[in-house]
């Protein structure tokens, strides 16, 4: 993303001093900036890009690390100063995002984890936090309005937020869903097939006010090249390769747990090493 000060800003989801991602800047004329090395205490795996707030802070996500090994929130200033403002407890208030936060029109952030969740499922949840780290679970999601959120929402013009889930629905080929500010969720569209499945990106809202976005596998072709997609359209059922974690060394408790967790959900990733 475009900073304020016309500096790009982003995220590396590996490497770094101690290989757990990075965070950059690089001017339009190239000068690359390493500002941040993540090393697992602080959060690992950055997938998402980064959010910037009103007070000029950056905003963003780990998919991993942090005090529970669950993932985190952090604030990074323009200089590099890396604050972790949440840890996420996976049973408590969800675990792993993978979409980038999106602020809202309260000046909040807003976002999704993939899995955990206070239902006992591990289905994923949407979350509000404050510049001061201020986590609020606002939805645990359940089979029928959709689970595995892994993209990140959008704030519509009316002031509820959109996002898609990989599986559930009535078909469980995945969901397009509206959420208000407080949580309260309602499923928009459930993925059949035949006009998509898998949704794994996030919407964007049209100026006609619509929403669009793209499946990653489904639709009435059999083969067709990549294209962008209405929402309407749907992952291949083999995990692309950022959904795969790098092979560790000395795997700390919490990555135990982590690989147990995504054993019991059938996810086919590589053992941890």
């Given amino acids: 993303m475009q900073g304020t000060d016309g500096i790009l800003?982003?995220?590396?989801l590996y490497?770094?001093?101690y290989y757990d991602g990075t965070v950059?800047?690089?001017t339009t004329n190239g000068a690359l900036t390493n500002l941040v090395s993540f090393n697992y205490t602080n959060g690992a795996y950055p997938y998402a890009g980064l959010a910037q707030g009103a007070d000029g802070n950056f905003y963003g996500t780990t998919s991993d690390g942090g005090a529970n090994g669950d993932g985190t929130v952090f604030r990074m200033t323009a200089n590099g100063a890396l604050m972790t403002l949440a840890a996420f407890n996976y049973t408590n208030n969800g675990a792993y995002p993978y979409g980038a936060l999106v602020r809202g029109t309260d000046g909040n952030f807003y976002g999704t984890t993939s899995s955990g969740g206070t239902n006992g499922y591990g289905n994923g949840t949407?979350?509000?936090i404050t510049t001061n780290g201020l986590l609020t679970s606002l939805a645990s999601f359940n089979y029928p309005e959709g689970y595995y959120p892994y993209a990140g929402l959008v704030q519509g013009a009316d002031g509820s937020f959109y996002g898609t889930t990989e599986?559930?629905?009535r078909s469980d080929k995945g969901t397009i869903f509206k959420m208000t500010s407080d949580g309260t969720l309602g499923t928009l569209r459930s993925?059949?097939?035949t006009n998509g499945a898998a949704p794994q990106a996030a919407l964007v809202q049209g100026a006609d006010g619509n929403l669009y976005g793209t499946t990653s596998y489904g639709g009435r072709?059999?083969?067709a090249l990549p294209r962008v997609a209405t929402a309407r359209s749907s992952a291949s059922r083999w995990l692309p390769q950022w959904r795969r974690r790098p092979p560790r060394c000395n795997p700390s408790a919490a990555r135990l747990r982590r690989a147990a967790r995504l054993r019991s959900v059938w996810?086919?990733?590589p053992p941890i090493r």
Avoid: E
Avoid at 9 to 12: L, P, Q, R
């Fill in 15 to 17: 490497g770094g001093a």
């Fill in 24 to 26: 950059f800047r690089i």
């Fill in 126 to 128: 949407a979350f509000r």
């Fill in 167 to 169: 599986y559930g629905g």
């Fill in 9 to 12: 800003y982003g995220t590396t």
């Fill in 221 to 223: 072709a059999t083969t």
């Fill in 191 to 193: 993925f059949a097939g």
């Fill in 267 to 269: 996810r086919p990733f």
